[in-house]
């Protein structure tokens, strides 16, 4: 693979590129590398953990059960997803086979540092006027560091390079919480943090 910098910030050669990535073991045991998905010039980028079993099949980002939450949210939000720019901070599938299940498994800080220069690179070549890192592992690959997501929820922080970013929960998160009214309030939280992102684009597209 050429360094970062030798390479075009075409998202399609991205793709292609990432396709033979051999940063770190997480290739072997995947079906294949799940890019992210979106026009070229979105301005909303969204950030997950990593592709599930559906999405390690599909080849697709956020198709599985987790993709289900993150649709209704983004709708009720006002937000088109296919106007959004999806993706992940790692690329491969991770997880421990049980029978005929494929457990998930959170991607440890070597892989998502390893695959953090497609991070990079897909947000040089889309730049986006907002990113949303869902979860701890997103927050982690999109600032570079351990971010708390409930200390930091509800603001936008902008880097030196301009990008501004906001944080919010992953939407399996969501899925796990056993409680039906904790489910209720923390999906709306969800759906919340999306309309403040929806109103940041207005803003800066108000700006442009
Ligand atoms: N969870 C993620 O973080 N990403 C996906 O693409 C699917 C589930």
Redesign the pocket.
């Known amino acids: 693979m050429a360094p970062a910098s030798q390479t075009s910030h075409s998202l399609e050669i991205l793709r292609e590129e990432a396709a033979d990535c051999r940063a770190c073991p997480l290739w072997k045991d995947a079906t294949q590398t799940?890019f992210g998905e979106g026009p070229q010039h979105a301005s909303l980028m969204l950030v997950?953990?990593?592709?599930?079993d559906k999405?390690d099949l599909a080849g697709r980002?956020?198709v599985?059960p987790?993709?289900q939450i993150l649709d209704r949210a983004l709708e009720q939000a006002g937000i088109e997803r296919k106007k959004v720019y999806v993706t992940?901070a790692v690329k491969h599938f991770k997880f421990v086979p049980r029978g005929k299940i494929r457990l998930h498994q959170k991607p440890n800080t070597s892989e998502i540092r390893a695959c953090r220069p497609w991070y990079e690179r897909e947000l040089s070549a889309i730049k986006p006027a907002l990113v949303v890192a869902m979860g701890a592992t997103a927050a982690q690959s999109v600032f570079g560091k351990i971010m708390p997501i409930n200390k930091n929820r509800g603001r936008v922080i902008e880097f030196d390079d301009g990008t501004r970013a906001l944080l919010t929960v992953?939407p399996?998160y969501l899925l796990r919480l056993p409680d039906a009214d904790a489910k209720a309030l923390e999906y709306q939280r969800f759906v919340d943090d999306f309309r403040m992102a929806a109103a940041v684009l207005r803003k800066s597209a108000r700006a442009a």
Request: proline share 13%; net charge negative.
């Open positions: 799940v997950g953990e990593q592709p599930g999405e980002p956020f599985g987790a993709g992940n992953h399996s």
